[in-house]
């Protein structure tokens, strides 16, 4: 299997440790910053590459993963997915929903196996959490993300390179949402800037509400200007249930009598590799539990709350 990255920063570190821990190697490596691509390329002992599409034409990958900031997201996975590749796309997919859109276009015509990098989707918690709530109604899903700007990532505290801390980093909460209570119809949303906008050029500091399309109510609330434990959470309610589940690996409450402490092993990072390349091995699409057009759907969300916290007004999700 050759397999090639496109954006070798810091999540594309994850992402080859996991590769190294399956006994795959890299065939090649794209960064548009030279050095970057030159330093990956020496480590691994591959080819290095600063143009994606000379790439493409040399290396003819199977595998392409594709971690880049979200505004960068341009034609790279379409031209990955033209030349016949296997997609991983780190989240969120894109910044502009017409580039997402168009790609989704170009994967769905290459038949490829595709998965975005939604890692708590691949979680022992996640897997636990599915059991317990299914064949009940959820009422509510509560989440939150909850950290401060790193100072080694400049371009998050940007909102044209990242869409802001929604799009970026509150989207895995916004995933887990609607894994467990379906899609969201409509969003409104307020937000604060404060001390911390030399950090963050938006509201470090933003709460939005959910409709979703089964009735249920939502509301996720999201920071850059604290980082506290257990930050990246989420809760969900439904008829005598009531499930916490923390940081990808613990999950209390309780299921009608039962008390629920649960605590998994598996975080997803690990896991949404390994079953991408057994996905890719079976060509089997039904193993990915986060495909691109799925992804979509979260940035749609994101993105109407973005419109929420412009307009003041309660916003249809496209
Ligand atoms: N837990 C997670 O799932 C997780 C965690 C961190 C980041 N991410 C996501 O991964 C993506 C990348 O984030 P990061 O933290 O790795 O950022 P980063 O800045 O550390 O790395 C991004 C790399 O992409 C390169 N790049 C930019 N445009 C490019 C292009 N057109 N072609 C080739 N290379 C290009 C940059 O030079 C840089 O080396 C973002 O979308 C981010 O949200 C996901």
């Known amino acids: 299997m050759q ?3 496109i954006g070798v920063g810091g999540i594309a570190r ?5 590769l190294e821990k399956l006994n795959r190697t890299v065939a090649a ?3 548009i910053n030279e050095q970057t691509a030159a330093r990956v390329a020496g480590e691994l002992n591959c080819h290095g590459y600063t143009d994606h599409r000379d790439m493409l034409a040399r290396e003819n990958p199977d595998v392409v993963f594709v971690a880049i900031p979200p505004a960068a997201h341009d034609t790279q996975t379409i031209d990955a997915a033209q030349a016949g590749a296997n997609l991983f796309v780190a989240k969120p997919v894109a910044m502009d929903i017409d580039v997402a859109r168009r790609t989704q276009d170009a994967i769905a015509a290459s038949g490829r196996i595709n998965q975005v990098g939604y890692m708590a989707r691949y979680s022992d918690i996640t897997e636990r959490a599915k059991a317990l709530v299914k064949g009940r109604d959820l009422g509510m899903g509560m989440g939150r993300f909850l950290t401060r700007m790193s100072p080694s990532h400049p ?3 940007k909102f044209s390179v990242s869409g802001g801390q929604l799009l970026e980093q509150s989207t895995h909460v916004f995933d887990w949402l ?4 379906g899609e969201v119809e409509t969003v409104q949303a307020f937000g604060h800037a404060g001390p911390d906008n030399t950090i963050a050029d938006f509201e ?19 920071t850059c200007s604290a980082r506290v434990k257990d930050g990246f959470m989420t809760e969900l309610c439904g008829r005598d249930l009531y499930l916490r589940l923390a940081m990808d690996t613990h999950i209390s409450g309780y299921v009608d009598q039962e008390e629920i402490d649960f605590h998994g092993q598996e975080r997803g990072y690990f896991r949404q590799v ?9 060509q089997d699409q039904s193993l990915v539990r986060s495909s691109y057009a799925d992804a979509v759907k979260s940035l749609s969300v994101t993105l109407a709350a973005n419109r929420a916290l412009e307009s003041g007004r309660v916003e249809t999700v496209e």
């Open 29 to 31: 490596v794209c960064d």
């Open 178 to 181: 609607r894994l467990f209570l």
């Open 204 to 222: 470090d500091s933003t709460a939005v509400n959910l409709k979703f399309a089964n009735g249920a109510v939502g509301s996720v609330v999201s």
């Open 155 to 157: 371009w998050w505290g």
């Open 274 to 282: 390994e079953q991408f390349i057994s996905a890719v091995e079976a």
């Open 14 to 18: 994850n992402y080859l440790a996991s």
């Open 3 to 5: 397999i090639a990255f």
